[in-house]
């Protein structure tokens, strides 16, 4: 590995990127969605990988990430993990996937954790989805928050 923008080649993990912004280090983040970009990014020593929900504007080509479905997201999640040695991967959650049953969220949240391996989810929102980010992390899955 590279380690362009890090010497540490140690993987990185939500307890790493505590101790790092504790120490008031930088941590870097970029968002990619397939092997090969993700081999770049990671090689080039990024610490945190995002595949977004974006795919589906920047893959598909479609006007809005609406149309994204969780299928699509493990999909290009797990090609991200098998590009990735260092960098913590984190897999946005697609709108509709959490928003209407917290029980349905947690079920989406553990079969992209599953079938990506990924080390993390995003979620997007605030006050309104707190039940189900509630319910996720205490299944034992991290939770990036957008808000």
């Known amino acids: 590995m590279a380690g362009y923008l890090s010497g540490d080649t140690r993987k990185v993990t939500t307890h790493r990127l505590i101790e790092m912004k504790q120490r008031g280090e930088k941590i870097s983040m970029l968002t990619?969605?397939?092997?090969?970009?993700?081999?770049?990014?990671?090689?080039?020593?990024?610490?945190?990988?995002l595949v977004g929900d974006s795919a589906s504007n920047v893959m598909a080509g479609n006007m809005t990430t609406l149309?994204?479905?969780v299928e699509q997201?493990?999909?290009?999640?797990?090609?991200?993990?098998r590009g990735v040695k260092?960098?913590?991967?984190?897999?946005?959650?697609p709108f509709g996937s959490y928003q209407a049953d917290p029980f349905d969220?947690?079920?989406?949240?553990?079969?992209?954790?599953?079938?990506?391996?990924?080390?993390?989810?995003?979620l997007e929102g605030g006050e309104e989805v707190i039940d189900v980010i509630r319910r996720i992390i205490g299944a034992g899955m991290p939770v990036m928050g957008h808000l």
């Not at 990619?32 to 990988?49: E, F, K, L, P, R």
């Not at 260092?86 to 959650?93: G, P, S």
């Open 67 to 69: 149309p994204i479905t």
């Open 105 to 122: 969220g947690v079920r989406n949240a553990i079969r992209i954790m599953k079938e990506t391996h990924a080390d993390a989810l995003k």
């Open 32 to 49: 990619s969605y397939d092997y090969t970009m993700a081999q770049i990014v990671d090689g080039a020593g990024v610490d945190v990988i």
């Open 86 to 93: 260092r960098a913590l991967v984190v897999v946005d959650m």
């Open 73 to 81: 997201m493990i999909y290009h999640g797990k090609s991200v993990m």
